[in-house]
């Protein structure tokens, strides 16, 4: 994603089912992850989410079943995550939440 991207509005991508690894380009400007963007995304695998995000609404990432790796950038300015947002995310192995 490029760094000028500031907002993944929502529904952005739901349902990409064969989306595996999402990148962003540094410095990111991104500070918003809105509802279900990536819900459903079954075959993501892995995100690093930028030090800008301050938000990761209500269901982001829910339903991605194979996705084992989320990494939030250092120093992270999120303040908020939603509701569900990693519900059913059943290969999660760990996160680390800032």
Known sequence: MPSSLSKILNNAFAECIFLKIITFETP????LI????????KSLVKI?????VQLIDDDAFRNCQSLKDIR???PSSLKTIGYYSFSNCTSLEQITIP
């Open 28 to 31: 990111s400007s991104l500070n």
């Open 34 to 41: 809105g509802q279900k963007a990536f819900e459903n995304c």
């Open 48 to 52: 690093l989410i930028p030090s800008s």
């Open 72 to 74: 939030f950038e250092s």
